[in-house]
């Protein structure tokens, strides 16, 4: 069989043709520049501020700063969180730059570390590609095209930071 020209054309998406079923499609990164790291800061709104605020011990909240979900709030109050396209992940991003099951925040105790799960695009903290990374209050994540800041819970800052 031909091979069809319009997929021929599309770079940066992997196709299966052979597998008889539709394969996982995660679009890479065309150019270094969509990786450069400008941090957004911490400017936080009064009612991003409030939630932060109204943490309890032991939870935190990941910030949508920009991507396609611009503003969402996650809470992060379980010992796994997943994130990732697939439509089970407990944090779903709808977006080709993100794996299926691209990466896990872990906690333990009051810590929380972002674990990638081999992802095509990877992780990043901080502008820096990570396999697994502390996160302290501020931290910015990437994500495929979604970054987010992270903050610890009021209540367990001193535990957090000091990492």
Same mark, same amino acid.
């Given at each position: 069989?031909?091979?069809?020209?319009? !997929?021929?054309?599309?770079?940066?998406?992997?196709? =299966?043709?052979?597998?008889?079923?539709?394969? %996982?499609?995660? $679009?890479?990164?065309?150019?270094?520049?969509?990786?450069?790291?400008?941090?957004? /800061?911490?400017?936080?709104?009064?009612?991003?501020?409030?939630?932060? !605020? @109204?943490?309890?011990?032991?939870?935190?909240?990941?910030?949508?700063?920009?991507?396609?979900?611009?503003? @969402?709030? &996650?809470?992060? =109050?379980?010992?796994?969180?997943?994130? /990732?396209?697939?439509?089970?992940?407990?944090?779903?991003?709808?977006?080709?730059?993100?794996?299926?099951?691209?990466?896990?925040?872990?906690?333990?105790?009051?810590?929380?570390?972002?674990?990638? $799960?081999?992802?095509?695009?990877?992780? &990043?903290?901080? /502008?820096?590609?990570?396999?697994? @990374?502390?996160?302290? %209050? /501020?931290?910015?994540?990437?994500?495929?095209?979604?970054?987010?800041?992270?903050?610890?819970?009021?209540?367990?800052?001193?535990?957090?930071?000091?990492?």
């Amino acid at each position: 069989m031909e091979e069809n020209a319009r !997929d021929a054309g599309v770079s940066g998406i992997r196709r =299966d043709a052979g597998s008889g079923g539709s394969a %996982d499609t995660t $679009q890479t990164f065309g150019h270094d520049s969509d990786l450069s790291f400008v941090p957004f /800061g911490t400017d936080l709104t009064d009612v991003e501020r409030e939630a932060i !605020d @109204a943490l309890p011990s032991r939870a935190a909240l990941l910030l949508v700063r920009s991507g396609p979900t611009a503003g @969402a709030r &996650y809470l992060l =109050d379980t010992d796994v969180t997943t994130v /990732g396209r697939h439509p089970e992940a407990d944090i779903f991003f709808d977006d080709v730059t993100v794996s299926r099951r691209h990466a896990e925040i872990t906690r333990t105790g009051a810590v929380f570390e972002l674990v990638d $799960q081999r992802s095509l695009n990877g992780s &990043y903290v901080n /502008g820096e590609r990570v396999d697994r @990374a502390v996160l302290v %209050d /501020g931290s910015e994540v990437r994500i495929g095209k979604f970054r987010l800041n992270f903050f610890a819970s009021p209540a367990d800052r001193g535990q957090v930071t000091s990492g």
